[in-house]
């Protein structure tokens, strides 16, 4: 069975996408099954592993919103072992369009439940707000992984979505369990970063992931190539520390079971 990840924080620009991307991907590269779903209406996560949006006729609205089922809207992607269910922008109006609708909070989930056992990881990228998108996604998650950005008011913010994760163990998700916390855009040339991830680990301890995202040119710049880093720049640093990070959650994987 799939193991399904949400990457979730709801400040924005604090390294989801990226982390979502070249995760997955370097999960793949590693020959495991991957699944990567965007629910972020700017499906960024969609075009920056080279799936064209408008080539999509199907989109994760219509298995949220119209029951469409997951394994008719997944497409495969230029990363072999890695499929994704892209997003498009009609996605923005889910949201709104999800209220009315009976068990709304677990659309994800049951699409999810459908094709979990084609895959080994499915890794859900989060748009940054905390609203049913999102509650879709933790529902649908044994797992949540939480960028945080070495930046002075990195801890800001992460107790609301600390809330939202245990609003969903109890009434939604009880085996919800938080994956690891990765620092990331860490600029190697000031403190400031080494001392926003002390403050971190004293929050989260050993659930902060010993690779520590460094701020690299070529992870900003593959996305505009459609490709993750391990594509795009096999030998920068920025792909090197995420191969590290999924070999580390692999392994942490592999120690709770
Ligand atoms: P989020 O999904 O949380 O909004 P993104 O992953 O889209 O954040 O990152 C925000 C911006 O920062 C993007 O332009 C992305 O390319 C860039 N970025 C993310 N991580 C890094 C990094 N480690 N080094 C350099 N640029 C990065
Ligand atoms: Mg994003």
Redesign the pocket.
């Known amino acids: 069975m799939g193991k399904v990840i949400s990457i979730a924080?709801q400040?924005?620009?604090?390294?989801?996408?990226?982390?979502?991307v070249n995760l997955s991907a370097c999960l793949a590269h590693l020959n495991y099954k991957v699944l990567l779903v965007d629910i972020?209406p700017q499906g960024?996560a969609t075009s920056g592993i080279g799936v064209e949006k408008g080539d999509m006729d199907r989109c994760v609205y219509d298995v949220l919103v119209d029951d469409v089922k997951a394994k008719d809207v997944k497409t495969s992607t230029i990363v072999s072992n890695l499929d994704a269910i892209p997003a498009t922008i009609q996605l923005a109006g889910a949201e709104i369009e999800l209220v009315p609708i009976i068990s709304r909070e677990v659309k994800l989930k049951k699409a999810l439940d459908e094709i979990k056992s084609d895959y080994d990881y499915i890794i859900i990228?989060c748009p940054?707000s905390l609203g049913l998108l999102t509650l879709n996604a933790l529902t649908a998650s044994d797992s949540v992984l939480i960028?945080v950005q070495c930046e002075y008011y990195a801890l800001e913010g992460l107790s609301q979505l600390l809330n939202t994760v245990r609003l969903v163990q109890k009434h939604m998700n009880h085996d919800l369990m938080i994956e690891g916390v990765l620092m990331?855009?860490l600029d190697a040339r000031t403190n400031l970063g080494i001392q926003v991830i002390e403050e971190v680990k004293k929050y989260f301890r050993d659930r902060v992931y010993r690779s520590i995202?460094?701020?690299?040119?070529r992870?900003?710049e593959a996305?505009s190539h459609g490709r993750p880093a391990i594509l795009y720049d096999a030998k920068s640093r920025?792909a090197e520390v995420y191969l590290d990070l999924a070999k580390e959650v692999i392994v942490n994987g592999e120690r709770v079971r």
């Open positions: 924080n400040k924005g620009g604090v390294g989801k996408t990226t982390t979502a972020d960024n990228d940054p960028p990331t855009m995202i460094p701020r690299n040119v992870l900003s996305p920025g």
